[in-house]
């Protein structure tokens, strides 16, 4: 009985090793082996303080899951933003970030240094071995010096001085100490210039990488490869990186058309060098606010009027709660817009630690309340101000989430290092008006200037430009934001051949009825010490009251204003003055192009005239 149990025992666990065995066969294997690879940096897009950069990871081998290692990744990166996206032929199924220490720095260029580095410092320690060994040598002869002179003292007491002998070593001891002392010599000239290779490459080291990169950063990507191979791509962003606009305006001595060099200064210290890139460069944020702010509904009410009630105490409705302008709420709403921006950018570049953490809408819903708060101030006032309506004059100087992108042409590099490198966006002539343009109450120089049309596809952003006349330098400027088709001006200099100068010839007072009236006279003057006549653009300006407290009335000048369309729709009405005039050559002296203005003021004469603060 007790060996058919056994039997029975032993067939059972037979069938179930079988089964396990048939189980094991019929389950298909998954092979989990990591491929490692850095992958081809492909295209770059900077932006102002980060850039995001796409690697083309080529996949090979037989289709399954696979686990790649894209190694290599940048110092300066954003672990938060790493992701893959599907290619040809690849399911991406998860990407996660890690970091392992190495014992020697990753980039190739800077192993190539620390190698050379290395090899100089041996070479180094070896001469100071030898300088040692030498300075041992001295101390030796010294030491023998001493014994010869010793022993030729007693040999000369005896009277059996070898005079030969002495001779000979005395001879050697020269002899040794010479060599000894030009060898010791050629070891400082040595050491000296191992010294000088050693700081340079040193010193080239830390340009290169900044700080020491000992550290690696991989990426582990887990596919699903659909067949033989595939290709996926990495994508991630990086700090250390932005660029700025830069131009050159360059014209000819016929001063028919600008040619304006649209560059961009780039500097890019991510650790990672940029080889054969399509790039693109943007001002706009990784992490842009995309959605418009919540508008909520405006609530009014009545208050009793003539009286200095406290907003603070109204019970009726909305009321504004600062004593403040026009244009300080709107440039208020503007700051909110721009923090509400910065909020989302800064927000967007840590995502890896919001993975972890709860994230709501209240910051942002936060930012719409204060938006909200400030609009209504502003509505308020337009619905209880009295008085003159003061139109706009200019639209805000930095348009709200509005983003400029260009695409380079052509493929570019840029290596990683400390200093900026310069990439031309585009070159474009455009036809531009010259002329010259005086200002006698400001100074009395005169400057070319040329009034151009951004006839390119191009926004050229605002940014520092140099101007250029038949490829000789003349100054500098800033340009401003030019949209495609809008006009701009720029400056190419003072014209030394043009001298203007502004005077007060005359000033006639009186008084009628309760009211001060007086009369000034002005004469500008340009001068022409050229050869070829001159067409200025003279300037002056008379006072402008806003409060009609001072009557200000502009006599007719000799020769009339400007009818230049522009000028009459936004300067005359401030009270700015211009003349088109044409300066003959050689017009100095006696000969000099003159004119002539008056202008009358008139106001209470219990009163002075009192100067106001220039509005900016």
Known sequence: MKSMHRLQQFVTTSSFSTAMVMLLLVVPKISLAADETTGKIDAVTVYRGQALVTRLIEISG???????VVTGLPEQIIPGSIYAESANGV???????????????????????????????DKSNAITRQKALTKGKMEYLSRLEEFTATTANLELGRGV????TLKTLTLFQFEQRQQLLETDMQHDRDLLELTEKIDLLQRQRNLLSGRSARTVREAIVFVNLEAASGELRLRYLVNAASWAPSYNLRTSDQRTDVLVEYNALIQQMSGEDWTDVAMTLSTASPSLVARAPVMEPLAISLKRG????????????????????????????????????QFEAERGSNAYLTQTEEVTGDSIANFDSLLNRVACDLQLLDLTETGRIVARTAMPTIPEGVSVTYQLSDRTTLPSR?????????????????????????TDFVYEEATVTNSGKTVLLSGPYLSYVAGQFVGQGELPTVAAGENFTIGFGIDSSLRASRELIDRNESVQGGNRVVTFTYQLAVENFGSEPASIRLFDRIPNSKEGAVKVTLGSPAQPLSTDSNYVANQRKNGLLRWDVDVPAQATGTERLNIDYQFTLEHDRQFEIAGIPVSR
């Open 62 to 68: 037989p289709a399954g899951l696979r686990e790649i």
């Open 418 to 442: 400390a200093d900026q490198q310069l990439i031309q966006i585009a070159a474009v002539n455009m036809a531009g008006e010259f002329y010259r343009s005086a200002n006698p109450v400001l």
């Open 306 to 341: 003539g009286g200095n009630q406290d907003p603070s105490t109204d019970q009726g409705g909305a009321l504004p709660r600062q004593t403040q302008n026009k244009q300080e709420y709107i440039d208020q709403r503007l700051s909110l817009n721009l923090q509400k921006s």
């Open 161 to 164: 001085l070898d005079a030969e």
């Open 91 to 121: 399911q991406v199924r998860s990407v996660r970030y890690r970091q392992r220490p190495v014992s020697e720095d990753i980039r190739e260029e800077v192993r190539q240094l620390d190698d050379q580095l290395a090899e100089l410092n």
